[in-house]
């Protein structure tokens, strides 16, 4: 099963495969790995086709899989690990936490990792609040960036149901850092939050200005300015 999948994955986009947009979209995210030069829309055609003509039953099928798809050389094959892994999702569960963790690790770059953060951890931890907490305190604190990234991120879709408390004290726990990822992040999930609670982000950038980088402090404002 896992060697068709990903014989059809290669397959269909060697079939698309563009050299001169491999060029730019290499040039555009600042990388060295390979590119086909296939665009999303073909990649979504590939994932529904691989959900529709190769059916999972187990867990272990889905984590088994999903890793030899994101371990294929191209991006695109990267991109289609994790639209596939969102797409089966019965099988977005604690027992594939580690999966995602070595998916964000290795992939180093927030084309990667914001799809995961948000699509992947977001959903475990809406499901299951008290064991990912537990688990996101420790990533705040990780050496890796993406994995602080992520733990800021894991509530970007999560409106009414936010912990905001939660993501209010991960953001102050990074404020200090000049990193521009974590910085945007940060600026970022407190302007996704402040769609639901304007006046309690608003609030909370007010007290918190000294601490959060100017970058922060625009992109959380950015939607609740003037209001």
Same mark, same amino acid.
């Given at each position: 099963?896992?060697?068709?999948?990903?014989?059809?994955?290669?397959?269909?986009?060697?079939?698309?495969?563009?050299?001169?947009?491999?060029?730019?979209?290499?040039?555009?995210?600042?990388?060295?790995?390979?590119?086909?030069?296939?665009?999303?829309? =073909?990649?979504?055609? =590939?994932?529904?086709?691989?959900?529709?003509?190769?059916? !999972?039953?187990?867990?272990?099928?889905?984590?088994? !899989?999903?890793?030899?798809?994101?371990?294929?050389?191209? /991006?695109?094959?990267?991109?289609?690990?994790?639209?596939?892994? /969102?797409?089966?999702?019965?099988?977005?569960?604690?027992?594939?936490?580690?999966? $995602?963790?070595?998916?964000?690790?290795?992939?180093?770059?927030?084309?990667? =990792?914001?799809?995961?953060?948000?699509?992947?951890?977001?959903?475990?931890?809406?499901?299951? /609040?008290?064991?990912?907490?537990?688990?996101?305190?420790?990533?705040?604190?990780?050496?890796?960036?993406?994995?602080?990234?992520?733990?800021?991120?894991?509530?970007?879709?999560?409106?009414?149901?936010?912990?905001?408390?939660?993501?209010?004290? $991960?953001?102050?726990?990074?404020?200090?850092?000049?990193?521009?990822?974590?910085?945007?992040?940060?600026?970022?999930?407190?302007?996704?939050?402040?769609?639901?609670?304007?006046?309690?982000?608003?609030?909370?950038?007010?007290?918190?200005?000294?601490?959060?980088?100017?970058?922060?402090?625009?992109?959380?404002?950015?939607? =609740?300015?003037?209001?």
């Amino acid at each position: 099963m896992e060697k068709k999948i990903t014989k059809y994955i290669s397959n269909k986009l060697a079939e698309n495969a563009n050299p001169n947009d491999a060029i730019h979209m290499q040039r555009y995210m600042k990388t060295s790995m390979p590119y086909y030069g296939v665009k999303s829309p =073909i990649h979504n055609s =590939i994932v529904m086709n691989v959900k529709k003509s190769f059916p !999972i039953s187990n867990q272990e099928e889905y984590n088994n !899989i999903i890793l030899k798809i994101w371990q294929l050389p191209h /991006r695109e094959e990267k991109y289609i690990s994790i639209k596939l892994a /969102r797409k089966w999702k019965k099988y977005i569960t604690l027992d594939a936490l580690p999966l $995602y963790e070595k998916m964000i690790r290795e992939g180093q770059w927030w084309d990667f =990792i914001d799809p995961i953060a948000v699509g992947l951890i977001g959903i475990l931890l809406f499901e299951n /609040r008290m064991k990912m907490n537990n688990i996101l305190d420790k990533w705040i604190l990780d050496e890796n960036l993406w994995i602080r990234r992520s733990a800021i991120l894991a509530q970007l879709k999560h409106k009414e149901n936010t912990d905001f408390e939660k993501l209010f004290s $991960y953001c102050l726990q990074c404020a200090h850092e000049k990193e521009f990822f974590i910085q945007k992040a940060i600026g970022w999930a407190l302007r996704e939050y402040s769609k639901t609670a304007p006046k309690q982000v608003k609030g909370y950038i007010n007290k918190n200005k000294n601490r959060l980088s100017n970058l922060s402090i625009r992109e959380g404002l950015r939607i =609740i300015q003037n209001k």
